[in-house]
T-cell receptor
Framework: EAQVTQNPRYLITVTGKKLTVTCSQN?????MSWYRQDPGLGLRQIYY???????DKGDVPEGYKVSRKEKRNFPLILESPSPNQTSLYFC??????????????FGEGSRLTVL | GEDVEQSLFLSVREGDSSVINCTYT??????LYWYKQEPGAGLQLLTY?????DMKQDQRLTVLLNKKDKHLSLRIADTQTGDSAIYFC???????????FGTGTLLAVQP
């Protein structure tokens, strides 16, 4: 089954404790992206990657890191989480870099709470 | 920067038509999208329209595009309780080709 898998789905952590949210897709997509969803703000892009070893900042990259060492994986790293990073996070992927050339497939989301 | 705006909430009765509206700012958007987010799930593409089209119909869904006013709407005919979800409008940023999402409209369908 074609899918984007995120882990963990739910996480409660404390300020300053490094964490990683993993994302994996099995569709051989070149493009992958991370979003956060907050009430009243819609989806905001954190980072995206057009292909292996190519990553770029989105609209809200502060406090986050990513890596793209393999095509299927795109982990999101919070080196020192803070309470304002409490949010619902989505990983998404699509074929090629052109937005109009393919549907964006989303994972089921990871709800993160930072105390 | 580019902006996509939607009303936050819409309530309809089962069997009625729902109309969800969206305004966008980037006149160079090639495609405009509607995504659906069911409770506890990620977003799924519902439909999209190419910018040179005025209307697209797909079963119970009708998308209308008014490029002059930069207004996009999604009409759901014979709305069912299973249509209850958050609906996101999205445009492509002409400069970066990124997807810009609206804030989402929560559609509540009353039985």
């Amino acid at each position: 089954e074609a899918q984007v898998t995120q882990n963990p789905r739910y996480l409660i952590t404390v300020t300053g404790k490094k964490l990683t949210v993993t994302c994996s897709q099995n569709m051989n997509h070149e493009y992958m992206s991370w979003y956060r969803q907050d009430p009243g703000l819609g989806l905001r892009q954190i980072y995206y990657s057009m292909n292996v070893e190519v990553t770029d900042k989105g609209d809200v990259p502060e406090g986050y890191k990513v890596s793209r060492k393999e095509k299927r994986n795109f982990p999101l790293i919070l080196e020192s989480p803070s309470p304002n990073q409490t949010s619902l996070y989505f990983c998404a992927s699509k074929t090629s870099g052109g937005v109009g050339t393919g549907e964006l497939f989303f994972g089921e989301g990871s709800r993160l709470t930072v105390l | 920067g580019e902006d996509v705006e939607q009303s936050l909430f819409l309530s309809v009765r089962e069997g009625d038509s729902s109309v969800i509206n969206c305004t966008y700012t980037d006149s160079s958007s090639t495609y405009l999208y509607w995504y659906k987010q069911e409770p506890g799930a990620g977003l799924q593409l519902l439909t999209y329209i190419f910018s040179n089209m005025d209307m697209k119909q797909d079963q119970r869904l009708t998308v209308l595009l008014n490029k002059k006013d930069k207004h996009l709407s999604l009409r759901i005919a014979d709305t069912q309780t299973g249509d209850s979800a958050i609906y996101f409008c999205a445009e492509t940023d002409g400069a970066t080709n990124k997807l810009i999402f609206g804030t989402g409209t929560l559609l509540a369908v009353q039985p």
